[in-house]
């Protein structure tokens, strides 16, 4: 009783407190939807139709937050196999849908946060952060057909060759002004014959000419120079050329990608995902340029249900795959890592969140305890657990230092040889047809 009259006081909370609420749901079933998308979330399908998840990191949050919270799980995957979201009919598809119709509590399952997602359904505090990668095969190693001209560039063999066909008329020049001159001297040469052993001195270090008057013994000192510095060098050139692999231009991010896609690589991301809309909604950039470079001719070929389905095709198909970094060093690790490459480049940072149904009343403890296990180092600790039990029998070891050579190697030569075969057959039939035309 107040001056002002009676006053009351309300003792109890007109508001539920949620946080005590559901701190325990008392064995409560709550049922999740996932699609099976190792190192994320793992599921077998039972003789009976039930899922039953097996491994995975999220898989493991899903079990913390059943321990802590005091709930049961039951585990349902998206009829159409899809992530999802809205679509501009109106209708939601994938895991987004299911819980949007509240056909499940939540969802776990490499789920990017985006804005048009969070106008149908609300998101957890983000439990795991990633950038987008490119996963393509390892760098093959390059055509070794003409390795045996690797050595040199183009310009340097057309100068050598150019060289070498002037030093002939240059010797016969000098014979022919010797002979003018001093015509006692003997050192009558044609240009055909100082051609070949001049020629000899380029391959051989040596040649058959003789009684050479003084220009012409400076003219092939400084020839034998010459070929000294070009012989010596090809050689130890070629050896390291031959024993050091050469290898293809990795592709190291979303610029190498356009003259990856001409020599044959095709494009590769999960279908009807927050990866295709980001390239498909780009007006300009580097995301716009990019999505062009998909096979719209055929989708099936570029926009797939899984991506992680492509990782074994990647090898054989020439596949550059288009995921988050976990997922593209989890399987490219478990396929075998050697076989591999993971582009050094990264882009477009995820953020993945739980999906849970509007208004869901449970939002915030969920929050709090996806914040204690992130803050706590319990996720990473639980990724690095999954990259464990990854297998890497099919890693290959690659074979270092010197090596030795193969056909593949000096094939050239064999090249070579077979050709200067068919140009002497095709000058021995045109000196035949001489012969006979003299004759006749």
Same mark, same amino acid.
């Given at each position: 009783?107040?001056?002002?009259?009676?006053?009351?006081?309300?003792?109890?909370?007109?508001?539920?407190?949620?946080?005590?609420?559901?701190?325990?749901?008392?064995?409560?079933?709550?049922?999740?939807?996932?699609?099976?998308?190792?190192?994320?979330?793992?599921?077998?399908?039972?003789?009976? #139709?039930?899922?039953?998840?097996?491994?995975?990191?999220?898989?493991?949050?899903?079990?913390?937050?059943?321990?802590?919270?005091?709930?049961?799980?039951?585990?349902?995957?998206?009829?159409? #196999?899809?992530?999802?979201?809205?679509?501009?009919?109106?209708?939601?598809?994938?895991?987004?849908?299911?819980?949007?119709?509240?056909?499940?509590?939540?969802?776990?399952?490499?789920?990017?946060?985006?804005?048009?997602?969070?106008?149908?359904?609300?998101?957890?505090?983000?439990?795991?952060?990633?950038?987008?990668?490119?996963?393509?095969?390892?760098?093959?190693?390059?055509?070794?057909?003409?390795?045996?001209?690797?050595?040199?560039?183009?310009?340097?063999?057309?100068?050598?060759?150019?060289?070498?066909?002037?030093?002939?008329?240059?010797?016969?020049?000098?014979?022919?002004?010797?002979?003018?001159?001093?015509?006692?001297?003997?050192?009558?040469?044609?240009?055909?014959?100082?051609?070949?052993?001049?020629?000899?001195?380029?391959? $051989?270090?040596?040649?058959?000419?003789?009684?050479?008057?003084?220009?012409? $013994?400076?003219?092939?000192?400084?020839?034998?120079?010459?070929?000294?510095?070009?012989?010596?060098?090809?050689?130890?050139?070629?050896?390291?050329?031959?024993? $050091?692999?050469?290898?293809? $231009?990795?592709?190291?991010?979303?610029?190498?990608?356009?003259?990856?896609?001409?020599?044959?690589?095709?494009?590769?991301?999960?279908?009807?995902?927050?990866?295709?809309?980001?390239?498909?909604?780009?007006?300009?950039?580097?995301?716009?340029?990019?999505?062009?470079?998909?096979?719209?001719?055929?989708?099936?070929?570029?926009?797939?249900?899984?991506?992680?389905?492509?990782?074994?095709?990647?090898?054989?198909?020439?596949?550059?795959?288009?995921?988050?970094?976990?997922?593209?060093?989890?399987? #490219?690790?478990?396929?075998?890592?050697?076989?591999?490459?993971?582009?050094?480049?990264?882009?477009?940072?995820?953020?993945?969140?739980?999906?849970?149904?509007?208004?869901?009343?449970?939002?915030?403890?969920?929050?709090?305890?996806?914040?204690?296990?992130?803050?706590?180092?319990?996720?990473?600790?639980?990724?690095?657990?999954?990259?464990?039990?990854?297998?890497?029998?099919?890693?290959?070891?690659?074979?270092?230092?010197?090596?030795?050579?193969?056909?593949?190697?000096?094939?050239?030569?064999?090249?070579?040889?077979?050709?200067?075969?068919?140009?002497?057959?095709?000058?021995?039939?045109?000196?035949?047809?001489?012969?006979?035309?003299?004759?006749?």
């Amino acid at each position: 009783m107040t001056p002002k009259g009676y006053t009351s006081k309300i003792l109890l909370d007109v508001f539920e407190n949620l946080d005590e609420s559901y701190s325990n749901f008392h064995g409560r079933r709550l049922t999740y939807t996932a699609n099976s998308n190792h190192p994320f979330i793992l599921f077998e399908t039972m003789s009976d #139709g039930e899922l039953l998840p097996t491994a995975g990191f999220e898989f493991s949050i899903v079990k913390a937050l059943a321990g802590a919270l005091n709930f049961t799980t039951r585990l349902i995957a998206p009829a159409d #196999g899809k992530w999802g979201g809205p679509l501009p009919n109106g209708t939601v598809v994938g895991m987004i849908g299911v819980v949007a119709r509240r056909e499940a509590h939540f969802a776990f399952c490499e789920i990017s946060v985006t804005g048009i997602r969070e106008e149908v359904i609300d998101f957890t505090y983000p439990h795991y952060i990633e950038s987008l990668t490119l996963l393509s095969r390892a760098p093959m190693e390059k055509n070794r057909t003409f390795a045996a001209f690797a050595p040199f560039t183009p310009l340097t063999w057309l100068l050598i060759a150019i060289s070498l066909l002037l030093i002939g008329p240059i010797i016969r020049a000098e014979s022919w002004l010797v002979q003018v001159y001093f015509p006692v001297a003997d050192n009558a040469r044609n240009t055909s014959d100082a051609l070949f052993n001049l020629f000899r001195s380029l391959v $051989k270090q040596e040649n058959l000419m003789e009684n050479e008057s003084s220009p012409q $013994k400076i003219t092939i000192l400084f020839w034998y120079i010459f070929c000294f510095i070009i012989s010596v060098l090809y050689s130890g050139m070629l050896t390291a050329t031959l024993i $050091k692999p050469s290898y293809e $231009k990795p592709i190291n991010g979303l610029t190498d990608l356009p003259t990856s896609v001409k020599e044959g690589f095709t494009l590769v991301v999960t279908g009807d995902t927050s990866m295709e809309y980001m390239f498909k909604e780009a007006k300009t950039g580097i995301y716009a340029d990019t999505w062009k470079l998909f096979n719209h001719k055929d989708r099936s070929k570029s926009f797939v249900p899984y991506s992680i389905d492509s990782f074994d095709k990647i090898v054989k198909d020439k596949l550059v795959v288009i995921n988050g970094q976990l997922t593209s060093r989890y399987h #490219g690790a478990k396929l075998g890592s050697s076989q591999f490459y993971l582009a050094r480049d990264t882009f477009a940072p995820q953020y993945y969140g739980a999906p849970v149904y509007p208004g869901s009343p449970f939002l915030p403890i969920f929050n709090k305890m996806l914040s204690y296990m992130t803050e706590g180092g319990l996720i990473t600790k639980w990724v690095e657990n999954e990259f464990r039990q990854v297998s890497t029998r099919n890693n290959i070891i690659q074979e270092s230092g010197p090596r030795a050579f193969t056909v593949i190697h000096l094939q050239a030569a064999f090249y070579v040889l077979p050709i200067g075969f068919v140009i002497s057959s095709i000058a021995f039939a045109m000196e035949v047809i001489s012969l006979y035309l003299k004759s006749s």
